[in-house]
């Protein structure tokens, strides 16, 4: 299983960016958005279920981020707005084939099976 995540770069303070995921995994369990700033520990923001179709976000980031995907193309976006500097940090996208996880697990970096190479996204003035 293959995963891509693009569409990070620099952005004010107040921007928005939108992150792409691409996976070659036709059918998953779960699939989402995690992040690493400098010197923390990786963090799940976003996550959607497929056995219940449910997205789950992180508190940091309800109502500024928004997961979908786009099942024709075998992608999931992460739409970010109202960027703040403390969300810095290399985005990754993560998915799980093999194993069931309930409601909001999949915002559980340690449940996913399958990792893409992140993109960095900086927010700075």
């Known amino acids: 299983v293959q995963l891509q995540a693009s569409g990070g770069g620099l952005v004010q303070p107040g921007g928005s960016l939108r992150l792409s995921c691409t996976t070659s995994?036709?059918?998953?369990?779960?699939i989402g958005w995690f992040r690493q700033a400098p010197g923390k520990a990786r963090e799940g923001i976003s996550c959607i279920s497929s056995s219940v179709g449910r997205l789950f976000y992180a508190d940091s980031v309800k109502g500024r981020f928004t997961m979908s995907r786009d099942n024709a193309k075998n992608t999931v976006y992460l739409e970010m707005n109202g960027l703040e500097p403390d969300d810095t940090a290399v985005y990754s996208c993560?998915?799980?084939?093999?194993?069931?996880?309930?409601?909001?697990?999949?915002?559980?970096?340690?449940?996913?099976?399958?990792w893409g190479k992140g993109t960095l996204v900086t927010v700075s003035s």
């Open positions: 993560a998915t799980t084939v093999n194993t069931y996880l309930h409601g909001d697990v999949c915002l559980r970096p340690g449940k996913m099976e399958y």
């Open positions: 995994a036709l059918n998953y369990y779960a």
